[in-house]
């Protein structure tokens, strides 16, 4: 049996998106990461937090915010950055704020502004039981401004652990 500590997990730049400092969380990705791996033990924790804690105050905190975005005052785009990251326990770049906000702009005018509906929408999607890094949820939602519509209801299923 492996013998990592918080200390060690620490170290891996997904530790703060995913934990969100939630003794629970860090408790939960030690655990994990000794019964099986690092990588394994990422997986499963984050895949377990979107399914059983999700964040959905935040996620409606993100979605007000996105008709009021402004991608020149860096201070704006890194409150969304954050809020983004905690609900979806996975870090975010910089670059990539802008493209998840235009999604959700999209999602909100297909949802004719109804911001519960979009909630479902993007909730449903990151508790579907599939997990992808942001990095792929950022490709999709670039894809879906490219074809103007909503495609993934659930991360691409050849892309999930």
């Excluded at 990422?42 to 935040?58: C, E, P, W």
């Excluded at 979605?63 to 954050?82: A, M, R, S, W, Y």
């Excluded at 999209?106 to 993007?122: E, P, R, S, W």
Aim: charged content about 30%; some cysteine; proline content about 3%.
């Amino acid at each position: 049996m492996k013998n990592f500590n918080a200390e060690d997990m620490k170290k891996n730049q997904r530790f703060p998106a995913l934990t969100q400092e939630e003794v629970v969380t860090i408790d939960e990705l030690v655990t994990n990461c000794n019964k099986t791996s690092k990588v394994e033990g990422f997986i499963s924790t984050r895949k377990n937090v979107l399914h059983t804690r999700f964040d959905r105050g935040a996620l409606i905190e993100y979605i007000e915010l996105v008709p009021h975005f402004d991608k020149d005052n860096q201070f704006f785009v890194g409150t969304v950055k954050t809020i983004i990251e905690k609900f979806s326990r996975d870090i975010v770049l910089d670059c990539w704020v802008d493209d998840l906000v235009q999604a959700t702009k999209m999602k909100l005018d297909h949802f004719n502004g109804n911001v519960q509906d979009v909630a479902d929408c993007i909730e449903n999607y990151f508790k579907s039981g599939k997990v992808t890094p942001m990095s792929q949820t950022w490709r999709e939602r670039t894809e879906e401004i490219e074809k103007g519509m909503i495609i993934y209801y659930a991360p691409d299923p050849s892309r999930t652990v």
